[in-house]
């Protein structure tokens, strides 16, 4: 399948899935993170789940795993991170996304980790996204000892998802049913 096609099918295999199935989901997702990787007190870059979308629920990790959390801007250059100190600092966009509106700014090379989103991803760490490149751009730049993590609700694609020279690769992806290494 082509990266257009895969984002529909994940789309509407989200969509399938009602309120209580994606709270479950998102509690063994984030069981699977807090069982498998040690990043206490590392400076982790995640995003703000978008309900319309249906996203795995990020809040379980910053609310509840200790580790600094910074949350991405969209700006039109690219992706920036302001660290999370509180609900207070947030704000819905016009997009519809919580965004912070104050707090420290800092660049891809503070991150020890990253947790991305996707809606889709294969066996080799490759991903697919909502297609408008700003992770890719944000993931290039990061240290080279940094994380990136992706987090699903459903497993790998059997086949190999097209890629392009820009498109980065996924270190780990955590599934309801496993954690996926990719070397």
């Known amino acids: 399948m082509m990266k257009a096609e895969l984002r529909e099918k994940y789309k509407q295999l989200r969509k399938a ?48 795993y200790p580790a600094r959390f910074y949350l991405p801007i969209v700006k039109p250059e ?48 490759n991903r697919v996204g909502y297609g408008k490149g700003f992770y890719d751009g944000f993931l290039k730049n990061c240290v080279p000892n940094c994380k990136f993590i992706g987090v699903s609700y459903f497993p790998p694609e059997e086949n190999l998802i097209e890629t392009i020279p820009t498109d980065i690769r996924l270190h780990y992806c955590i599934t309801p049913d496993k954690v996926y290494h990719f070397k």
């Open 17 to 64: 899935l009602n309120n209580t199935e994606r709270a479950e989901l998102s509690e063994k997702i984030y069981q699977h993170f807090v069982s498998h990787f040690d990043f206490t007190h590392d400076d982790i870059s995640i995003f703000i789940p978008i309900d319309r979308f249906q996203e795995v629920n990020t809040w379980l990790f910053i609310k509840e």
């Open 78 to 125: 690219g992706l920036k991170h302001v660290q999370y100190e509180s609900m207070e600092q947030l704000k819905k966009t016009s997009w519809g996304i919580l965004e912070p509106q104050y707090g420290l700014e800092v660049n891809e090379e503070k991150f020890d980790v990253v947790i991305v989103p996707l809606l889709a991803f294969d066996k080799a760490g």
